[in-house]
């Protein structure tokens, strides 16, 4: 019998085409920001209390069969949304330099919405990730109230990093109003405030630490609600946790500075991270730890091309258990 999903993703299904800066390329990748982040909190929650995790797969005509063999493999709870008329979601990621990474659409996306939730899973569900503009976040958010006004559920809104633009600041507080958690990586808070994080590097004596948390102060200041937990990534220097009450940093588990033999592609980690962070914080209630389990869910996206790897029972990419790494992690954070 299923479970009543406690965690979820608003965010959509991609076959991806990845392009690195050395020329390879590969092709019908199973991604998508919603797929990584339901990756992320799968990595916390072993079957059977995996199917505590719900996803909703848009699927359109071209819709390949191996993708629902390694979605089945999870075993968490699914709706499918079959749309004939309409390509299945298609993305092409393009890296560049320092993880940079181009994103375009190839199909549309085909997305999720709160009307696509049946209402026992809009009553059971207690954290949601989104990732959105701030726009669809407040859309997404105010349908869910509507449908269940008294409502439970907690939301982690990681912003689309296009639309982290000054012009959109003040709807990007208004956003905030509405999550418990927002997630931006390091370039995404800097463009919000209008600026270019490499130049505020030049002027913060290339100390990277230093103008991530510069940035934080700014956008925490400006978002105006002293209840928010802003979780800045920052790629390999880990994240930074910035609450009205402190400021942490937490590694990555893998630092590609120095682990290089370790980290292979770093498509989805950031999602990936936020699916775990998701899960950190339904178990914990603390911000900072639920960094260490967002570090630990974007460890298994890191060490192979695409989502990680399920071997049974329960092994992630055949190494050590998230519980262990998460151990290892803390003892990091100790030193």
């Not at 797929?35 to 072993?46: E, L, Q």
């Not at 560049?96 to 049946?118: C, L, Q, V």
């Not at 937990?229 to 910035?242: E, W």
Request: a negative charge; aromatic letters at 10%.
């Amino acid at each position: 019998m299923n479970k009543a999903p406690v965690l979820s993703s608003v965010g959509g299904l991609i076959i991806d085409d990845i392009y690195y800066p050395d020329g390879r390329k590969i092709c019908n990748v199973l991604g998508g920001g919603g797929v990584f982040a339901i990756y992320g909190m799968r990595i916390w929650k072993p079957s059977p209390s995996s199917q505590e995790i719900g996803y909703i797969v848009q699927k359109g005509f071209d819709y390949p069969q191996e993708i629902d063999d390694q979605l089945n493999q999870l075993d968490i709870s699914l709706i499918s949304k079959y749309h004939p008329d309409k390509h299945t979601t298609h993305g092409i990621n393009t890296f560049g330099a320092n993880d940079h990474r181009d994103f375009e659409y190839k199909h549309p996306i085909i997305r999720i919405t709160a009307s696509d939730f049946s209402e026992s899973w809009i009553k059971s569900l207690r954290v949601v990730h989104i990732i959105s503009s701030a726009e669809r976040a407040i859309e997404i958010i105010n349908e869910w109230r509507q449908r269940d006004p008294e409502s439970k559920t907690q939301f982690l809104w990681e912003p689309l990093p296009w639309a982290c633009l000054p012009e959109n600041l003040q709807e990007i507080c208004e956003a905030c109003q509405g999550v418990e958690i927002i997630s931006p990586n390091h370039e995404e808070t800097a463009e919000m405030l209008g600026y270019k994080f490499e130049e505020l590097l030049s002027q913060h004596s290339n100390d990277f630490k230093q103008t991530v948390e510069y940035c934080a102060r700014l956008l925490f200041d400006k978002v105006k609600k002293s209840t928010i937990k802003l979780v800045v990534r920052a790629s390999k220097y880990g994240a930074l946790v910035m609450t009205s009450g402190c400021m942490e940093w937490v590694p990555a588990y893998w630092d590609n500075r120095t682990d290089h033999d370790k980290v292979v592609d770093v498509t989805g980690a950031g999602n990936a991270f936020c699916g775990g962070y998701a899960a950190g914080w339904l178990h914990t209630h603390d911000p900072v730890r639920s960094a260490l389990y967002g570090a630990v869910s974007a460890s298994y996206v890191v060490e192979q091309i695409g989502v990680p790897s399920l071997v049974e029972p329960e092994q992630w990419n055949q190494g050590p258990s998230p519980m262990d790494r998460l151990s290892l992690l803390e003892s990091k954070c100790r030193k």
